[in-house]
């Protein structure tokens, strides 16, 4: 009653308690938590990075060094690139090829801090150098005297070495740094400027030492790089697939269901005949792997046999439903 004879009074109460309800660390509280969770699960997830990378790399070292010692270095063998730098320079100059590989990557690892980022100038400079401790200090024994066997699994260890590097953040070869920073310069791109660096490479080779050694030597190289691209891209290798039928419904629902993969659907218009007569349609596009390519074309053909596809290589995909089940059978 007192209230209502004073309506002052009535106002400052109600502010008070709204006041009050605002303040209340409840509201706070989880905000804080989640927060925390967020923070903690990001330190996670870097943890888990930086663990499988420094694995890869090891793995990278390994293996790059196993292909040298065991294949390449016994036979007087070479490969593209930097690494066949200093193994032609450790043929001709007798210095250790532990040695070369550092103070000729040093260069490479510079220009890699100012062209690609300290992390990885730094991780590069770590694997170089562990690399070149493995051959200082670890024997590995020499496999086979068979020419061809040398270059190709030569090549295959080293390829996989450089390639399992890669996808933990670093490169055993400063070639690929090379080829970006002169890309950025020339305006050419990566692929050709690293093929034109072999060419003078195996040309040195075959002048230096013998063109015998150089052909093999080049064999080396493409088993190197075959491996090096089978590490990288994966078996997975992914294929977009564009598709354009009058049955895009039951096509996009085969897709989700019996491929278990993500689908994005256009709207586009089909044009035919000489008149460029155009109707509506519905243009669907999926990502699947290489493996499920047999079976996506099979069952697209049960739905539409007149379909109209485009098939296109995918090198990398993020999120979406890629990798959420396993290969269909």
């Known amino acids: ?134 051959l200082a200090t670890a024997h590995f024994p020499e496999v086979t005297h068979d020419k061809l066997l040398v270059a190709i699994f030569g090549g295959f260890f080293l390829g996989a070495g450089i390639g399992l590097s890669i996808r933990g953040g670093a490169v055993l070869d400063g070639t690929e740094v090379l080829a970006i920073f002169l890309s950025r310069r020339l305006g050419t791109t990566i692929g050709d400027l690293v093929i034109a660096i072999n060419i003078l490479v195996f040309s040195a080779a075959a002048y230096l030492l013998s063109v015998e050694s150089a052909l093999y030597s080049m064999i080396t190289y493409l088993a ?41 659907v256009y709207k586009g218009k089909g044009g035919f005949g000489k008149k460029g007569e155009a109707t509506d349609v519905d243009i669907i596009y999926s990502v699947v792997t290489r493996l499920e390519i047999n079976k996506f074309k099979t069952e697209v053909e049960k739905i539409d046999p007149e379909a109209f596809m485009v098939l296109s290589s995918v090198k990398e995909t993020r999120g979406g439903m890629i990798k959420k089940r396993p290969l269909a059978h």
Request: hydrophobic residues 45%; charged residues 20%.
């Open 1 to 134: 009653m007192e209230s209502e004879k004073n309506p002052f009074w009535t106002k400052k109460l109600m502010r008070r308690l709204l006041d009050y309800e605002h303040r209340k660390p409840k509201n706070i509280l989880p905000d804080s938590a989640e927060d925390q969770r967020q923070e903690a699960r990001e330190q996670s997830q870097a943890v888990r990075r930086l663990l499988k990378d420094v694995v890869l790399i090891i793995g990278g070292m390994c293996s790059a060094a196993f292909g040298l010692e065991s294949f390449l270095l016994p036979s007087n063998f070479i490969d593209g690139g930097v690494t066949g730098i200093s193994l032609l320079t450790a043929e001709l100059s007798g210095a250790p090829l532990y040695l070369l590989l550092v103070l000729i990557n040093t260069p490479f690892i510079i220009l890699a801090y100012n062209t690609v980022g300290h992390r990885f100038a730094l991780k590069t400079g770590i694997a170089i150098l562990g690399l070149a401790v493995l």
């Open 224 to 264: 190197a790089s075959k491996t090096l691209d089978f590490i990288i891209e994966g078996i997975e290798e992914y294929t977009g697939v564009t598709i354009v039928s009058a049955y895009s419904e039951e096509i996009k629902q085969m897709i989700v269901d019996v491929m278990g993969r993500g689908v994005t």
